[in-house]
């Protein structure tokens, strides 16, 4: 039997990078999956990935992947896309918030004063805000059942400075919401973890590894897939110690480590194997 079958699934933002990687990785698992995604079909963003080529990816695994088109912007879309989830299935299992928005234009290293201030409305609503926004539809569903849980896809940029300000605030707000949510949810059995990737070779860090490979300080050979994590959220889904984790943060090549996870080729990522080395 699959390890999720029968389980319904939610991923924020996933019609490419990290967030595809999950959905295809908890399809494949036996989940139900319901992705949201702003990119309806391929050709409609300059980067590669749409919720119509990732519905017929899916296609081919065990489980069932649902695109539904939302902007994470505006909470009327989020409660829509949550709605139909309850309406057809009645309940949810598993959260992934992984939707967010990184300027085209970010550079490592640049300061803050010399960016635009929109860039931390992008950077905190697409992502901190919408992870707790959809937490909160989430929440609702799970309670009633007494068992669930929520992943919040977070980096080693919630304890040092990555990329901007804007972004490093962001995680650490989301660590936050991690630690804070698991505190009232725990008496209902369901578990918050955040988890921090290591680089991952999503679609934009590809596109930076071919068209300017000294801007980035990241080491593509030792980066994990886009559906490692993906891989390591089934693991700990299934894990009889999830409750103790419930409200930490943890790289994911230490649960990797910790559940046995390994990349398709048999591979461990490069990655830190605890938050303290991230």
Request: charged share 25%.
């Amino acid at each position: 039997m699959s390890p999720l079958q029968g389980r319904i699934a939610f991923v924020t933002g996933g019609t490419r990078g990290i967030g595809r990687g999950c959905a295809l990785e908890l399809a494949a698992c036996g989940a139900t999956v319901y992705v949201t995604g702003r990119t309806l079909r391929e050709g409609d963003s300059d980067l590669p990935g749409s919720l119509e080529s990732l519905e017929s990816e899916g296609q081919a695994l065990a489980g069932r992947i649902v695109g539904l088109p939302c902007d994470h912007r505006d909470d009327d879309a989020v409660a829509e896309a949550f709605a139909r989830t309850a309406a057809e299935h009645g309940a949810l299992d598993l959260l992934v918030n992984n939707a967010f928005q990184l300027p085209d234009d970010i550079l490592p290293d640049l300061p803050f004063w010399e960016t635009p201030v929109a860039w931390w409305d992008d950077m905190i609503d697409v992502g901190t805000r919408s992870a707790y926004v959809a937490s909160h539809h989430a929440a609702r569903l799970m309670v009633g059942r007494g068992r669930g849980l929520i992943v919040n896809i977070s980096s080693a940029g919630s304890r040092a400075l990555h990329l901007h300000v804007a972004y490093s605030a962001g995680k650490c707000a989301l660590d936050r919401i991690t630690r804070d949510t698991a505190t009232q949810l725990r008496p209902h059995r369901i578990s918050v973890v955040s988890i921090w990737p290591y680089f991952v070779r999503t679609e934009r860090l590809m596109r930076i590894e071919d068209e300017a490979p000294g801007d980035w300080d990241h080491d593509v050979g030792g980066a994990e897939s886009q559906r490692f994590v993906g891989r390591t959220i089934v693991a700990l889904a299934n894990a009889e110690d999830l409750s103790d984790r419930s409200g930490g943060a943890f790289t994911s090549a230490e649960l990797a480590l910790a559940y046995g996870v390994r990349e398709e080729n048999g591979s461990l990522p490069s990655g830190p194997t605890s938050t303290a080395e991230a």
